[in-house]
């Protein structure tokens, strides 16, 4: 059974030889590789050699690009400079005015955004369908808060609605259109990043009446170009659950904060879920026995019942030691 | 109901609705009626708290708490020259700041005002604060308290730096350090020898109160 099958199966809650496992290890991987962050994030030669040497090391059953939420910022105007640790940030906002423009969805196609579908490119000519290849894409509202400033956003949700509801709108198609390259470059899946959607900053209300429809149209169109549709959303986001089960994303990937088998109960079988290691402490942390427990506790308890995909609850750390990534990996066989 | 009563459920009500214009005109005429700033910074400081309870539940949410925090400030705005002139007793000095490499402020910001509610004095040193910026300022302000705020992994070891920093000047025992923002847990806290850390707004402001019952500088005045 190939990696890419060993999702699918998941995904479909039908009967693996072993749980797969399929941590995002993008920033890991360029550290591996010695390869800046910087570099990692605009050179899809380099990106793509270093994820495929993660690949040849761990033996994932899913690899993903390089988690950079400033990609799809910076191509929309924001300013985004390279930080002292090489890594890249917002430093200058949009207007949200600015993301109400008609062009967005051929926009967002530019700046790094080509580098990372490049990279997609790569890892399918040198993988094939033996590992899924997944492409990390900002979500409406995460791309909004990343373009225009989170306190903007988060006034926006009080103060102006009707047109934080027009930008996300737009950015929703823009999303669609970032997709739509990765998945014609050759990803099995997509996966939309709403780190913005946490419990802590979207309540459930928020979700359901501003990005719920406007998720579960990304989700179609993924599902309409026969990828997979993956939903992560970081941090504790238990209180918006119940919406999130509606999202019609093939697999919720969750953050540590969150107990999977709960939320197992509460989404039912309408999405398989992934996580969701705690990449604040006891991945880059903890000892190798620790990780390897949480990792065998998660296997034999969320996926008692199907439909698990093992991960860390976010991007792994650069940091993280190679041997916590094994023993992640040596879990999944339980 | 007095005027001044009715006017302070006034002010609280326009805080917890996020009513800039409201909180500023409550604070306005309550200090027209000859009410004393401590009572506009006291019914500030109870709707501020009772916020924070709800947003610990997850009952409100950062927008909420946001629009909140901007009604706060419009108040204190109105209310800051009268307490110039009668100052009201701190619960302690904090210098607050995003460290360096880092620009994310919202929860900083909100941690700033949920300590100033609470009767802090704050000195907001903003967001890519260096290291020695939080030692400097701590010095410069004879503050009781460096809180720092990270949001990315990658930055959040300038925490353990500012803690080292002041270890190597020899301030250690002067100011009490607390830490917090999305990938900073307990644990994290107290590897790096920090004295407190906030899992959230409302969490920093108990760490804050925690480490000025505990820990009482020699020589501290806050009256």
Known sequence: MTGLERVRRAIRFEPTDRVPVAPMLGAHAAALAGITYEAASADPAAQAHALLRAVERYRPDAIFTLMDLSAEPEALGAEVTVAADRTRIVTRHLSPEALLADDLERVILTARVPAFVDTVRRLRAALGDTVMVGALVSGPLTAAANAVGIETIARMLRRQRETLSDVLERLTKACMAVASAHLEAGAHGVMVLEPCATSGILGPDDLSSLLLARLQAVAEHIRRHDGIGLLHICGDCRASLPGLADSRFDVLSLDAPVDLSQAREVIGRSAALMGNLDVRQLLPRGEPESVYDAAAALVTDAGRVGGLILSGGCELPPETPMENVRQMLQARVI | ?223
């Open chain 2, 1 to 223: 109901m007095s005027d001044r009563s009715t006017l302070t459920a006034a002010l609280e009500a326009a805080v917890e609705a996020g009513d800039e214009a409201g909180a500023a005109s409550a604070a306005s005429r309550l200090l027209e009626f000859g009410a004393a700033p401590t009572i506009v910074t006291g019914a500030l400081s109870r709707a501020m708290g009772r916020l924070g309870e709800q947003f610990h539940r997850l009952d409100i949410f950062v927008p909420d708490l946001l629009i909140a925090a901007d009604a706060f400030e419009a108040a204190m705005v109105v209310v800051e020259p009268a307490l110039r002139n009668s100052p009201r007793k701190s619960k302690g000095t904090i210098v607050i700041g995003v460290v360096e490499g880092d620009i994310h402020t919202l929860g900083k910001n909100l941690v700033r005002v949920m300590l100033a509610a609470d009767g802090f004095e704050v000195y907001d040193l903003g967001r890519d604060v260096k290291v020695a910026g939080f030692v400097d300022a701590a010095l410069e302000r004879s503050a009781d308290i460096i809180a720092m705020s990270s949001l990315m992994t990658t930055t959040m070891d300038r925490m353990r730096d500012v803690v080292g920093l002041l270890v190597s000047r020899g301030l250690r025992d002067r100011v009490r350090v607390m830490v917090g923002g999305a990938p900073v847990t307990q644990a994290y806290a107290d590897e790096i020898g920090a004295d407190g850390y906030g899992e959230d707004a409302s969490d920093a402001v108990a760490a804050a109160n925690r480490l000025m019952v505990m820990w009482q500088r020699p020589g501290a005045d806050h009256s």
